[in-house]
């Protein structure tokens, strides 16, 4: 399984076969019902925001990929084989990944960076009904079992929990980094201040807030 490129010829004439048929949808309701232009936009943009929320549907935008996972209903103790599956879309990589770290040592920047990376990923399956494990974490973020295990640990000590499957199964629901990025903001901080105590770059706590 990989990155599937949003740009592929395939991906583009989907696009415009959608739009295409969305004009002679917006058209006809026009002509039929008399709805204004304005009302008609309205419906369909409604009807294709339903229609896409559709994972197994919906485009990949740039570096993003298509991954299997356990669905988050699925209860504790319950074997592998049996449980339900759940496609979710992941962003492994961000442009605000590598933001403000340019000043901090080569090691301790790729830890910042791979944490940025589980955290989103974690709260972006687990957003769409998905819970990844530290085994699905680490073949994503190609790394060992017992590194996710030690970042998921650390960053539990910060006050952030990563919501994975065990951790679902085992701890119950605890706050996701982007909710506490959300809760900092509620609290009147402002971004630059949640970035500094979450340890997140300024540009991904903007992007939760939005």
């Not at 026009?30 to 709805?35: D, R």
């Not at 990923?121 to 680490?138: F, P």
């Amino acid at each position: 399984m990989g990155l599937q490129n949003s740009s592929s010829y395939g991906n583009q004439t989907r696009r415009q076969t959608i739009k295409t048929i969305s004009q002679q949808v917006k058209q006809l309701a026009i002509a039929g019902t008399g709805i204004s232009p304005w009302e008609a936009e309205i419906l369909i943009q409604t009807a294709e925001d339903i229609y896409f929320s559709n994972t197994e549907l919906r485009d990949l935008k740039h570096r993003q990929m298509k991954y299997s996972c356990v669905s988050a209903c699925e209860g504790a103790g319950k074997p592998l084989k049996e449980c339900q599956i759940k496609t979710v879309v992941l962003t492994l990589h961000s442009n605000t990944d590598e933001e403000e770290l340019m000043a901090v040592g080569n090691k301790e920047r790729q830890i910042f960076i791979r944490r940025r990376r589980l955290s989103r990923i974690a709260d972006e399956a687990k957003d769409q009904g998905g819970l990844l494990s530290q085994e699905d974490i680490a073949t994503l973020l190609m790394c060992d079992v017992k590194t996710i295990q030690r970042d998921v640990k650390e960053l539990k000590i910060e006050g952030i929990t990563v919501p994975t499957r065990g951790q679902q199964k085992d701890i119950g629901p605890g706050v996701t980094h982007r909710e506490l990025v959300i809760r900092h903001w509620l609290d009147g901080k402002e971004p630059v201040e949640v970035a500094r105590q979450t340890k997140h770059s300024i540009g991904a706590v903007e992007n939760y807030i939005a």
